[in-house]
């Protein structure tokens, strides 16, 4: 149980074009969904968290209208990448929370996104 | 400020016993997770501790003490699978996650 899923895995742009990310809890309803961003061998660096029905709320130094988040319904957060740039090219990963006092996180597969 | 220490990489070897080290200061504290990360892939779980003393799973043990502010991951019977890199997150009192930077582990024959 307690499967998450990314979609896409993998995908290259353009420089100034949008990238939408897909995550989504398979097998239960996520309360609250995080964003991050990894680079290469550095940590995971969390970008954002959003409820469902609610706005996301930003880490610090995270641009709100570059990174876009949605997080209609408990099985469902996309992230936009508006106007990607080649410094945006990064894995993004997406976690899900089912809340209460464990809170554990279950990651999805994370999304590679280079742009050229 | 919240600050997750850890080694950057260490090395063993095939079959013996290797302890990844992690020190914290957070704003309060609701747990600390270890989680493992192969190139290119997402975590996954491994261990949760919130009361001090040692969890055990397998292969797998993670020990924690909130006075010291300090956890260990203890791994055995190393294999080469187990080359990744380890985590060590810390929950803070806003329920927020706070990110080591992760210790590299390279398994040797």
């Known amino acids: 149980g307690a499967v998450v899923s990314q979609h896409p895995s993998w995908v290259i742009c353009k420089s100034g074009t949008s990238v939408k990310i897909e995550c989504r809890s398979l097998?239960?309803?996520?309360?609250?969904m995080f964003w991050y961003r990894q680079f290469p061998k550095q940590s995971l660096m969390l970008m954002a968290t959003s409820n469902e029905g609610s706005k996301a709320t930003y880490e610090q130094g995270v641009e709100k209208d570059k990174f876009l988040i949605n997080h209609a319904s408990l099985t469902l957060s996309t992230l936009t990448v508006t106007s990607a740039h080649p410094e945006d090219s990064s894995f993004y990963i997406c976690?899900?929370?089912?809340?209460?006092?464990?809170?554990?996180?279950?990651f999805g597969p994370g999304t590679r996104l280079t742009v050229l | 400020g919240q600050n997750i220490d850890q080694p950057t990489e260490m090395t063993a070897t095939e079959g013996a016993i290797v302890q990844i080290n992690c020190t914290y200061q957070?704003?309060?504290?609701?747990?600390l997770f270890w989680y493992q990360q192969h190139a290119g892939e997402a975590p996954t779980f491994l261990s949760y501790?919130?009361l001090d003393g040692l969890e055990e799973k397998g292969r797998f043990s993670s020990f924690l003490s909130r006075s010291k502010g300090y956890s260990y991951l203890l791994l055995k019977e190393l294999q080469m699978k187990d080359s990744a890199s380890y985590l060590c997150a810390v929950m803070d009192s806003n329920y927020q996650l706070i990110w080591g930077a992760g210790t590299k582990l390279i398994i040797k024959p």
């Open positions: 957070t704003s309060g504290f609701n747990g």
């Open positions: 097998d239960f309803q996520a309360t609250t």
């Open positions: 976690s899900a929370s089912q809340g209460g006092d464990f809170n554990e996180q279950f």
């Open positions: 501790n919130v």
